[in-house]
């Protein structure tokens, strides 16, 4: 196939008069024109897919089509928010994973002391259940009776006093006279039941205390000690375990929430590495986004400056290696796509230098549409060595999917769809005309070729 081929008309007819044309032999050709953009092969979005960090003020930035070498800065936002940031974000991990080491320690402190402390409590309420029980069957009567016993003791000592004073004063009397070592014993005895009223008389008292007051008292205490020891267990049978559940809780909650903050502070880390973008290797540095086979700048680029702000989550920039195939991008009608098959061979055209022809070739095609409805398609070129193209350059594509060099072809409002078919209207040597059912082929639009039903030379009517 040659240039040729491309610049010939798709008919070639005979008029015999007007709304007549004789037929002919003749080549026949389908093409389609498409506008294509340059783009490169390999791509490397300059995106900002950051987690949490939700600012980027740029710094500095390459100029738009400005060639890099490997390493340089393509893009320098401003970091000391972000810094400041992840210095207090560390700072609270730390408190966060010492807070769950102490707790973790508590924990494991209340799991072995809980069932201790229990044991203890059980034995602190069976002893003072049986030191109660002791005091209601045994030391209760016992002590009364010892309380008893030593008053009657002392009364007894009283008695046995006054009994010998007694005595004394009956075997002293009858001597006249009293000897001074006779009233010394007798002032003895005196004193000795003296003492010993006093003490009847304080005894008397610890009794009647021991028996209205002191032992009442103890049988109150020791009661409610019983009572209380067996609550205290009661309720420590329920609290305990909670607590160490309550425990359990808070530290399962501390794990998970240490767990998010690290893994917000490795997200952190992780934004941080986007606050500079350096090439990867030589190349070209272009502002705007290179998405789906189409360049597009937009509003964007106005923010593409120092003291601006790129956007997050969205292609802003990219890298062109300097390596990078070129390729054309274009985007094809439903109709154009069904004709457009993979292999399918044509020009190119660069917008302004007309005069070169690009040979393409259909490389890529997609069967299914783009958002705008069209197909994307990608055609890989012979480059020329005089020509030198730039990403996001426009062209214009030829591309011939069908070619017959002997067909016999109509104009396409010659053909009508009727019962029988496609039909056309054949002038018969009489003057007369007829209807002739015949077989289309392909149709590049003002032009349909016709495989059978007619001939070459027959005179066809055009309505």
Sequence with gaps: MTAFHYLLPTLLITAAHAGEITLAVKP??????????????????????????????IVSIANHGSSVKKGESLIVFKSDAVDEKIADTKQALTATELGLAQAELDLTTLEKNIPEQLARMERGAKIAAEELAYFQTT??????QDADHDLKRQKQILASYQEE????LKMYKADDITEDTEEIILQKQKDAVELAEFAVRMETLNHKRIHEVTL??????????RDDTALQLSKAKQDLPRSLELKKIEVDKMRVSLKRQREDFSELEQDRKLFEFKAPADGLFYHGSIENGTWSTG??????????AAPVGK????????????????FATQ????ELKKGAKGFAMLTGTEEVLIPVTLSKSSDIPAAHGTYPMTFSAEWPKSLTPAPGQTLDVKVITYENEKAITVPTKAIELGAKGWTISVKLADGKTERRVVTRGKSNG???????GVEADQVVIIP
Excluded: C, Y
């Excluded at 509003?299 to 601006?308: A, E, H, M, R, S």
């Excluded at 003002?446 to 059978?452: A, G, N, Q, R």
């Design 28 to 57: 026949f050709t389908v093409s389609h024109n498409l506008k294509a953009t340059v783009l490169p092969e390999t791509v490397v979005p300059i995106r900002l897919d950051a987690k949490v960090w939700p600012t980027f003020e």
């Design 139 to 144: 030391r209760l009567d016992a002590s009364k």
């Design 165 to 168: 004073l007694r005595q004394l």
């Design 216 to 225: 009442p008292r103890e049988l109150i205490a020791l009661t409610e000690k």
């Design 299 to 308: 509003d964007l680029i106005k923010t593409l400056v120092p003291k601006g």
């Design 315 to 330: 292609t802003f920039a990219n890298f062109i290696p300097s390596a990078t195939t070129l390729m054309i991008e274009s």
């Design 335 to 338: 109709a154009e796509a069904e």
């Design 446 to 452: 003002e032009t349909t070729e016709i495989l059978t």
